[in-house]
């Protein structure tokens, strides 16, 4: 399979049953975070390498629920511009220490 992108549909296919799932994030070339719907604990993300991969068309039952996840769920730290991200969050504010105050005298 190809490189993949965030928002993709794929199946995942790690030994057991393949599960229905969309990519979340690629943080390396070996990684891909993807998610799923796990019968016994609901939705979730799962890390897996991207041979376990394969890219479907298909739009299932699982997806609306998959996508709700996903829209609750900030954005990995350090993900460069994602398609429909809002701004990136940057450094917090009073990058400097506050001066001495005086009493007034």
Known sequence: ??????GQ???VDTGGAPL???VF????????????????RGPGFRT???SAL???????AEDHAL?????????????SVRPGAGAKRGQA?????AMHRTTGR
């Open 20 to 22: 229905h799932g969309i």
């Open 54 to 60: 394969s890219e479907r068309e298909d739009v299932v």
């Open 1 to 6: 399979m190809e490189p993949v992108s965030a």
């Open 9 to 11: 549909l794929v199946v």
């Open 67 to 79: 996508r709700l996840l996903i829209r609750r769920t900030p954005a990995p730290a350090g993900a």
């Open 48 to 50: 897996v390498h991207p």
């Open 93 to 97: 504010g009073h990058t400097r220490a």
């Open 25 to 40: 994030d690629t943080p390396s070339s070996s990684k891909v975070v993807v998610a799923i719907v796990d019968r016994g």
